[in-house]
Structure formats: C-alpha cells, structure tokens
C-alpha cells in the first residue's frame, strides 16, 4: 500500500471500528431517525392522509422522509464529525501523525467517507422500511433525489468542517454543534412546516441551508424538481464552509 | 558518520524567541541528549530537527528519510480512548514501507495488545508512545521527555529499553531535564539555555569542565585559615564548626595533610556531579 494514499486502508479499517466502538454516534445518525419515521408515521394518522397545505402528497411520502434524512445528515455533519476531528487534534493525534509518512488529510477523508457512508445508509434504511412498513414509494425522480441529497450532504459536511476549523476545543465544537443544529432543523421545517411558516420566517428558511435542503428533498420525494433558488443557495453554503474551512483549518 | 547536524538554528514566534543560536552534530548509533530546564528550547529543537517546525534561520541536515527513517515520541500526543495497543500498533505499522513487527515490539515494550489506550498507566503510555517511534524501523529516534512523570522503577525500565534500542543501532536523540537520565544513557548531551547552546560535550567531559568544585566537607574546632592558602582550594566556607571546601580534584589529600591529624570529623568528599556541571555551566539547576 502506498503510505501516501489520501485513503489508506489500514487507516480505514481502524476508524470504522473506533466509529462501531461509539454506539451512541450510530444511534442518533441511523436509528434515532429511522425511529421517528416508522414511529411518527404509523402513530399519526394525518401523516398518511393527503395533505392540501402539501400540494395533495402524504406528509409521510414526502415531508417527514425529508426531515428525518435532514436529521441524520445534520447529526453526523454538525456532531459527530466535528467533535471526532476537533478531539484528534486537541490531543495530538493528527500532529502525531503528522510525523509519519501518512499525510493528516488522510484522517479527514477517511472521516468525511465513514460519516457520509453513515448518512447515506441512514437514508436507504429509511427508504427500505417506509417502503415495507408504511408504504412509503421510492423515489420516482431517483436521479433527481440522489442529487439533491449529495448537494445538501456537501453543504451540511462543508458547514461541519468550517465548524471543526474554527472550534478552539472539543467541548465549544459539541456545544456550538447542537446549538446551531437546532435551529437549522427548525427552520428547515422539522417542527413547522415551511408551508405553515408565516411569510417573513419562509423567506428566513429559504435562505438558510437546512431550509433549503429540506424543502428540496421534500420536493423530490413528491416527484417535484427542486427550486433553482434552492440549489442556488445550497450552493452558496457549501462554497462558504468549504472556502472557511481550507482557511482555518489547523492539525494542531 | 554525523547523521544530524544543526547549525545556528533560530526560531521566532512572532516577537518571541524560542531558540537563539543552537548548533551540534549528531554521530550515527550514539544515544545525544538535548539536557536544559522547562522552556529553554529544547522541544523546538528537536521539534525542528524532526520537520514539524520550520526554522526561522539556521540550517538542519538528517541524513535520512524524515518522515520513513525518523521516529518521534512527543511530549502531549495521545491516541483515541478506545484504540487498543495491538491496533495502534499495526496502525502504525501500516504507513511505513519497511516496519517491525508489531507483535516483537509489544513483547519488547512489554504491553498487552488488547488494552485500549484509556486504560493504560502513564509508564505503559510512555512506552507504546517509544513502540509507535520504533514501529518504521527508523534511523534515529527522537524521544521528547520519555521519562517525565514516571515512577522511578518505569523510568528504569524505560532506560533499559532505550539502551536496547540503541543495541539494534538506531541512533537516539532524546530531550530531557534529568541529569542522572543523561549519566545512565547519554554518550554526548547539548546544555541548552536561554535558546543557546552552551556546550557539547560527553557527561564526563562536562564534569571534568566544572573541575574545582569537588567538595570536602567535615567538622573542626581549630582554625582552617591555612587552606585558603593551598593551591587546590577554592573556597572554603565555614557555618559553625561545619567546614566545607570546595577545590580540584586532590582537594582531599591537601586538607587532610594540612590539617594536623585528630582535629577533623565527620568528614565526607563530595565529587562534582552533572548537576554541579549544568549549574556551573547555566547559572541555574536543571529542574
């Protein structure tokens, strides 16, 4: 193997089992939200009925999938990636490393691709078991779906990172995680629905990361395109943590 | 061979100055000690040396692969909580091209491979962190303050297994405050104070550099104003009818034939340790 890989094996196989050794990461990235779904969704009725403030669709087909993917993918992006990386540092692990022929940014791929991963099985899980238990459809617009997913995972992911390189210690990165979690799933509809959102809160959301992904995914689920002004923004989110986090980014 | 030389190496962080002017050559298999008290360069030195800082001026040649042939220990470097010995180990193992067994080196170390790092005393930190720097079957081996923190049966343990180390020859670089450490494994040191080096020499070369200060110390009721006279002595201080001399190395036989026989005590010789070598040098102790 070349020590040099940007995705070393050895390295890989490593941190996968550091990631399995934390169950609770797993648990609030893949089983907490796959939870609420099939919970939210069997318990509701009006889940299951069309929804006319919806455009006509089952909430459960379109809106509560969409949040609940947007919960996973916040939770590995904005908790569990950040805080893994921020403690590396903070105790000298990439610095360490550093010392090696294997290059630090291997570490943060290899992080990037096991939260990613995480995320991207969260959502075919949920998927798989809305199909099989609450009759939810796959996705007619796969391709379109699958984009918006990958465009929002990107941004949330480049807004984690900016996160991690600004954090000056492991427990500022946890708290200013779920700080800001929490009101980006708020405006991304989780508990108010952007269409039941008074005017100059919509207009908040439709400029905010989450609410954009939100309502593009619920979009998609509802065999919609997304809007041009979502992905714009979308766009314009993951450019900026993308552009901070290559700015402040340290090892040590 | 010199496998590592530093010449007029100088480090600035912003305004301060870490490092104003240190030089020394390193020979291939030898243990060299960098020896000075908490902050007076000696981490950047070596920290430098090892290409995890950039010197501001100065110049640094290691006559090996940095990043294959090199090992480094560091001060404050831990490992993930749950990562077990075994693990870090083959981790380790895996970005080298050439490395050891990782299953020989826990033997040598003496470390249980499926302990996770959390669990592990500060003595077998110590030495999965000299396992980790040997793991790439490194050139040199630079161990930043290995021994800090340990009892002293792990601190011997750790100098036993720094003495194998240099065996296998691996050429040792290694960062300490401790004289009797320096004594026990140090072929030549750097005394560095103040970001200066101010001598390189071997352990007993340092010492013979302090000469004169080898101590006679005794009890006497008459006059010792004659040895203030002798040519071997230095100083003479009196507390009470406690005496101590201080001269060169026959400092002994000058006071003893001096004194007329009967009127001396308790007496005892001190000899001139490192310690009395490094303050000699510094103006200050070590720890």
């Given at each position: 193997m070349p020590a040099t890989a940007l995705f070393p094996r050895r390295l890989a196989i490593t941190e996968?089992?550091?990631?399995?050794?934390?169950?609770?990461?797993?648990?609030?990235?893949?089983?907490?939200?796959?939870?609420?779904?099939?919970?939210?969704?069997?318990?509701?009725?009006?889940?299951?009925?069309?929804?006319?403030?919806?455009?006509?669709?089952?909430?459960?087909?379109?809106?509560?999938?969409?949040?609940?993917?947007?919960?996973?993918?916040?939770?590995?992006a904005f908790s569990v990636m950040p805080s893994a990386l921020v403690i590396y540092r903070e105790r000298g692990v990439l610095r360490r490393m550093s010392t090696t022929p294997v290059r630090p940014i291997s570490v943060l791929t290899v992080q990037l691709v096991i939260n990613a991963v995480t995320s991207i099985l969260a959502t075919a899980l949920m998927l798989i078991f809305g199909h099989l238990i609450l009759e939810v459809p796959y996705p007619?617009?796969?391709?379109?779906?699958?984009?918006?997913?990958?465009?929002?995972s990107v941004t949330m992911f480049g807004i984690g990172l900016a996160l991690a390189a600004v954090a000056p210690n492991s427990r500022v990165v946890q708290s200013v995680g779920a700080g800001i979690m929490f009101p980006l799933l708020f405006l991304g509809g989780m508990w108010l629905p952007r269409p039941l959102m008074p005017e100059w809160l919509l207009v908040v959301s439709d400029y905010s990361p989450t609410g954009a992904f939100g309502q593009a995914l619920t979009d998609v689920l509802g065999n919609h395109a997304p809007s041009l002004l979502h992905l714009g923004v979308m766009v314009f989110w993951a450019a900026a943590g993308i552009v901070a986090a290559t700015r402040w980014f340290r090892w040590e | 061979?010199?496998?590592?030389?530093?010449?007029?190496?100088?480090?600035?962080?912003?305004?301060?100055?870490?490092?104003?002017?240190?030089?020394?050559?390193?020979?291939?298999?030898?243990?060299?000690?960098?020896?000075?008290?908490?902050?007076?360069?000696?981490?950047?030195?070596?920290?430098?040396?090892?290409?995890?800082?950039?010197?501001?001026?100065?110049?640094i040649n290691v006559v090996?692969?940095?990043?294959?042939?090199?090992?480094?220990?560091?001060?404050?470097?831990?490992?993930?909580?749950?990562?077990?010995?075994?693990?870090?180990?083959?981790?380790?193992?895996?970005?080298?091209?050439?490395?050891?067994?990782?299953?020989?080196?826990?033997?040598?170390?003496?470390?249980?491979?499926?302990?996770?790092?959390?669990?592990?005393?500060?003595?077998?930190?110590?030495?999965?962190?000299?396992?980790?720097?040997?793991?790439?079957?490194?050139?040199?081996?630079?161990?930043?303050?290995?021994?800090?923190?340990?009892?002293?049966?792990?601190?011997?343990?750790?100098?036993d297994l720094i003495e194998r180390i240099k065996e296998r020859g691996v050429t040792v670089l290694l960062v300490t405050h401790f004289m009797e450490e320096v004594e026990r494994l140090c072929d030549r040191v750097a005394v560095i104070s103040?970001?200066?080096?101010?001598?390189?020499?071997?352990?007993?070369?340092?010492?013979?550099?302090?000469?004169?200060?080898?101590?006679?110390?005794?009890?006497?009721?008459?006059?010792v104003e004659l040895l203030k006279a002798l040519p071997e002595v230095a100083s003479v201080v009196i507390?009470?009818?406690?005496?101590?001399?201080?001269?060169?190395?026959?400092?002994?036989?000058?006071?003893?034939?001096?004194?007329?026989?009967?009127?001396?005590?308790?007496?005892?010789?001190?000899?001139?340790?490192?310690?009395?070598?490094f303050l000699i040098l510094t103006g200050h102790s070590a720890v």
């Open positions: 996968i089992k550091l990631y399995l050794r934390e169950p609770l990461a797993t648990f609030f990235a893949i089983g907490l939200p796959l939870a609420l779904l099939l919970i939210l969704g069997a318990a509701i009725p009006d889940f299951r009925e069309p929804a006319a403030d919806m455009g006509g669709a089952r909430p459960v087909d379109t809106h509560l999938p969409g949040m609940m993917i947007l919960l996973s993918i916040l939770t590995v007619r617009m796969f391709l379109a779906f699958a984009g918006v997913f990958v465009l929002g | 061979m010199e496998i590592i030389t530093v010449e007029n190496l100088h480090k600035r962080y912003g305004d301060k100055v870490a490092i104003t002017d240190v030089s020394f050559a390193v020979e291939e298999g030898e243990i060299f000690g960098i020896v000075g008290r908490n902050g007076a360069g000696k981490t950047t030195t070596v920290e430098c040396v090892a290409g995890l800082r950039t010197p501001t001026s100065g110049t090996a692969d940095l990043k294959q042939q090199v090992g480094v220990q560091l001060q404050d470097c831990s490992l993930p909580d749950k990562l077990r010995v075994g693990e870090a180990l083959s981790l380790y193992a895996s970005f080298y091209t050439n490395p050891a067994s990782p299953t020989d080196l826990l033997a040598e170390v003496g470390l249980d491979p499926r302990v996770p790092f959390a669990k592990l005393s500060g003595g077998q930190r110590q030495r999965l962190s000299i396992a980790l720097a040997l793991v790439g079957n490194p050139r040199i081996a630079i161990l930043d303050e290995l021994t800090t923190g340990l009892d002293p049966m792990a601190r011997r343990e750790t100098w103040e970001g200066r080096a101010l001598a390189v020499d071997t352990p007993a070369g340092l010492i013979a550099r302090a000469e004169g200060s080898d101590r006679v110390i005794f009890r006497t009721t008459g006059s507390e009470g009818d406690l005496v101590t001399v201080t001269g060169n190395a026959n400092v002994l036989h000058a006071v003893v034939a001096a004194l007329p026989a009967g009127r001396i005590a308790d007496l005892r010789t001190e000899r001139t340790t490192l310690d009395d070598a």
